[in-house]
């Protein structure tokens, strides 16, 4: 599947997914490119179930970690693939206050709300609508989340955004909006492993952000609300580094917890878009990731979490730090720092980012 004739294939294919324990069906919509690229996405969740792409080599492999049914997304701890929200991360006591106004959410985790609640963005089946033109495939998924869900005002409506181009680019681009203010901190979560899903750990891989500055955390996982340089500590991806040089050792920040899991916040040039967010580079296949992202910070997740409980795709058990995680989100910036005030959504002022996930090889 290396070329693919603009004659012989559909840009959008889609098929049965499954049933959810609701009886509800379940939809896969698979974007195909000229080159073969294919990303395949589903309407459960708005989550990304696989990536195709190739090695320096041309052979395909799948790079991102998931389920072979929607069934099996229902019963996912891991938020793989998924859309967060309505807040992406963990909110201390599930307490928030909105133009002075104190909200008590519903809790998923302990002393926390965790990504959105329970039945989050996550859990939701959203609206589908798909096209393509002579240079890219893109599907359209539409939430409507109500005044109250899981404790937050307002109704939101959130529209997510795939498109595949011919230039082995995947885009993500988020909009929502409100009738009463409220807090919205969107991202994807898609799990890498840029050697293959079923491939092991990404110890090798090799990553780079462009951030001078992370957040520290507590021992509860929350941003301390300092801001620190990377300079001169294990946090410091400012030019390629191998994730096994430091994901072991004797850092508190690692130690806490139990490999990399906290947020850097990107320097202006890559808010501007003049160059990138975040890139990764396997060199066992050559195969690159490179993100581009308005959003002000980015937390890399080496899945440290994953414990062999869930079985992905194609029956494989996925072990520790079996891939990592980019997550562009608005939570924090290098302004005010940690700050819930950060993601403030109004009626007046509409949310949009745009985020482009560049699958190459070196």
């Known amino acids: 599947m290396s070329q693919v004739a603009n004659s012989i294939y559909q840009r959008v294919t889609q098929r049965s997914f499954g049933q959810l324990s609701t009886g509800q069906a379940t939809t896969l919509y698979t974007l195909t490119n000229r080159h073969g690229m294919q990303v395949s996405v589903t309407n459960y969740g708005a989550i990304v179930v696989s990536v195709f792409t190739p090695d320096r080599t041309g052979r395909m492999a799948d790079v991102v970690l998931g389920y072979d049914c929607a069934a099996d ?6 938020y793989l693939g998924a859309v967060v929200g309505r807040y992406a991360g963990r909110i201390e006591n599930g307490v928030i206050e909105v133009e002075g106004q104190t909200h008590q959410l519903t809790l998923n985790a302990p002393d926390s709300q965790l990504h959105g609640g329970p039945n989050a963005f996550n859990k939701q089946l959203w609206q589908a609508k798909s096209n393509q033109n002579d240079c890219s495939s893109a599907v359209c998924f539409t939430l409507v989340s109500p ?6 005002p307002g109704d939101v409506t959130v529209k997510v955004l795939y498109t595949l181009t011919d230039d082995n680019e995947l885009t993500v681009e988020y909009t929502g909006v409100t009738n009463k203010a409220t807090l919205l901190n969107l991202t994807q979560h898609s799990y890498f492993n840029l050697a293959g899903h079923n491939s092991g750990n990404i110890h090798n891989h090799q990553v780079q952000i ?4 992370f957040l520290p955390m507590t021992e509860r996982a929350y941003p301390t609300g300092q801001i620190k340089s990377v300079a001169g500590t294990v946090h410091d991806f400012t030019k390629l580094k191998t994730l096994a040089e430091d994901i072991d050792g004797d850092d508190e920040q690692i130690k806490i917890g139990l490999g990399y899991d906290n947020y850097w916040l990107t320097n202006t040039d890559a808010l501007s878009g003049d160059t990138f967010s975040a890139r990764v580079v396997d060199p066992d296949t050559g195969r690159s990731l ?4 308005d959003q002000p910070s980015i937390i890399l997740y080496t899945a440290n979490y994953i414990d062999g409980s869930h079985v992905g795709k194609n029956n494989f058990t996925y072990q520790q730090r079996a891939a ?3 997550e562009p989100q608005r939570a924090n910036n290098r302004e005010y720092g940690p700050s819930l005030a950060n993601t403030l959504l109004t009626p007046q002022q509409s949310f949009y980012s745009k985020n482009r996930y560049c699958f190459g090889v070196v």
């Open 290 to 293: 490179t993100i581009y992202t």
């Open 73 to 78: 997304y229902e019963e996912d701890s891991y």
């Open 147 to 152: 005044d109250g869900d899981n404790g937050f």
């Open 210 to 213: 462009n951030a001078d500055s």
């Open 324 to 326: 990592l995680c980019l």
